[in-house]
């Protein structure tokens, strides 16, 4: 039963097996909605069945299970939303808020990923080309639970973006914030590597007139070399039979002091603790965290 308004999510990219650092996102984001009694929800954000690993939808819903973090309600697939993606931007290429790109890669090197504007005022046939929102001259800001202030200049530090790619694939950005206010999200706990697309989603709610939830980036885990867990290499699945070990790791990755004798208690055990526990202002107000740390 819930009890509070709150609505949280996890939005896993079935792109490989849930690892050690989604399984600290997805934690944070559970506790954070069960404290307060909230709802969470679980979105597959299947927007990309190139990248997309055979069996990762299914190995993540599993993992979840496993690991004792069981949602609420029907699983959403962005695979299933595309006719609410196609009118979104129909309509913003209709309003001039976003326009058609042909740009090939080579014509973009030299401009460190920030769109120099070129197609901006071409009048392209949308078809068979990439769709770009026009961001405006300005500084967006908000107050992240954890990591703070955070801000971000769209045009000189980002420029103008993909919203739909020219293979015709819709793009993350406009799918989140379409779907965070469809689902009626007030929280949104995920990993610090999207706090700079923060900034382009609170554009969009503006331009789209939707509400803006709650941020918390919780720290990425990385690897030694500095890189993400499960962005080089595929990770290996999370091992069933450990999971009240994993989970008491991950509550201390997140700040949240559980005691030693925890980890021989069940999954159950160990999340009622982390629930009735939880407390936001322990996450390490840093934006990664080594793994080989937290054995
Ligand atoms: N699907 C994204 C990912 O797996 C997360 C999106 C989000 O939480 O906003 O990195």
């Known amino acids: 039963m819930t009890t509070s308004s709150y609505i949280g999510r996890f939005a896993p990219t079935p792109s490989g097996h849930l690892h050690f650092g989604s399984l600290v996102a997805a934690l ?52 299933e939303r595309q006719a609410a993606y196609a009118a979104m931007i129909e309509r913003l290429l209709q309003q001039g808020l976003a326009y058609a790109c042909n740009c090939s890669r080579k014509q973009l090197e030299g401009h460190h990923g920030i769109y120099p504007g070129t197609c901006r005022n071409r009048q392209l ?63 949104i706990v995920r990993g610090a590597d999207l706090l700079d697309s923060t900034p382009r989603q609170l554009y969009l709610q503006e331009l789209l ?15 030694p070399d500095g890189h993400k867990l499960g962005k080089s290499y595929r990770s290996p699945p999370l091992p069933a039979d450990q999971a009240p070990t994993l989970l008491v790791r991950a509550l201390r990755a997140l700040g949240q002091q559980p005691p030693e004798a925890l980890a021989a208690c069940s999954t159950d055990e160990v999340l009622d603790w982390a629930i009735s526990h939880w407390d936001a202002l322990r996450i ?12």
């Open 125 to 187: 046939p949308p078809d068979d080309a990439a769709i770009r929102l026009r961001v405006p001259e300005l500084d967006y800001h908000f107050c992240d639970r954890v990591q703070g202030k955070y801000r971000q200049h769209l045009a000189r530090e980002v420029g103008d973006f993909v919203i739909r790619r020219r293979d015709g694939l819709y793009a993350y950005q406009l799918a989140v914030v379409l779907d965070d206010a469809w689902q009626g999200i007030t929280d």
């Open 284 to 295: 390490p107000r840093c934006r990664t965290l080594a793994e080989a740390q937290l054995r």
């Open 209 to 223: 007139g939707l509400p803006q939830p709650r941020y918390l980036h919780v720290p990425l885990i990385i690897q």
């Open 28 to 79: 944070a984001s559970y506790l954070d909605a069960r404290h307060v009694g909230g709802r969470w929800l679980v979105r597959m954000e299947d927007l990309d069945p190139p990248r997309e690993m055979p069996g990762a939808q299914d190995a993540i819903l599993r993992a979840l299970e496993i690991y004792g973090l069981h949602w609420d309600g029907e699983i959403i697939r962005q695979s």
